[in-house]
């Protein structure tokens, strides 16, 4: 597997798996059913973000990580990312390989830090992942995500100083 910068020609090869993941509505807040052009502003980034791709050696796109400052101006300094994987290749290590390439790239690019500002609580593979690679809860928002099997739930706000 290799991660490299998404093309736009990536985008409608991403697309099925962003809209299942959307659609499962357990992970993000994003609006469901979008349509191939209204997902795309949703998921690919401009500069100074970027989106990257994870690709297997047949050129089959497994997943993608959106990343880029986490607010302008005078938050810029604190890094974000958004990451999903094809539910058929989920297992694999590909977010695991997303993550680490985020960090990697936001310490390149002299990020103060990392964070994310919702991580669902209910989704327990992603909070572990997180932790493993050195993101902490600093914080929860209690029921700020309508789970379509477990009703309001948490949303976690993750922090990792770079």
């Known amino acids: 597997m290799t991660i490299r910068k998404a093309t736009d020609q990536d985008w409608p090869r991403i697309y099925p798996f962003y809209a299942t993941i959307m659609g499962e509505g357990k992970t993000y807040p994003f609006p469901e059913r979008q349509t191939l052009d209204e997902g795309r502003p949703w998921w690919m980034e401009e500069p100074p973000g970027q989106t990257v791709v994870a690709v297997t050696g047949d050129d089959t796109i497994t997943?993608?990580?959106?990343?880029?400052?986490?607010?302008?101006?005078?938050?810029?300094?604190?890094?974000?990312?958004?990451?999903?994987?094809?539910?058929?290749?989920?297992?694999?290590?590909?977010?695991?390989?997303?993550?680490e390439h985020f960090l990697s790239w936001a310490r390149s690019e002299?990020?103060?830090?990392?964070?994310f500002n919702?991580?669902?609580?209910?989704?327990?593979?992603?909070?572990?992942?997180?932790?493993?690679?050195?993101?902490?809860?600093?914080?929860?928002?209690?029921?700020?995500?309508?789970?379509?099997?477990?009703?309001?739930?948490?949303?976690?706000?993750?922090?990792?100083?770079l």
């Open 118 to 161: 919702a991580v669902v609580e209910a989704n327990h593979p992603a909070v572990h992942l997180w932790q493993s690679l050195g993101f902490r809860i600093i914080g929860t928002v209690p029921e700020a995500f309508d789970h379509p099997e477990h009703g309001l739930v948490g949303l976690h706000v993750m922090y990792q100083k």
């Open 63 to 99: 997943g993608s990580a959106k990343m880029g400052p986490n607010r302008p101006g005078r938050g810029a300094h604190i890094a974000t990312a958004s990451f999903i994987v094809d539910p058929a290749c989920r297992g694999q290590g590909i977010g695991r390989a997303l993550g």
């Open 110 to 115: 002299r990020f103060h830090g990392a964070q």
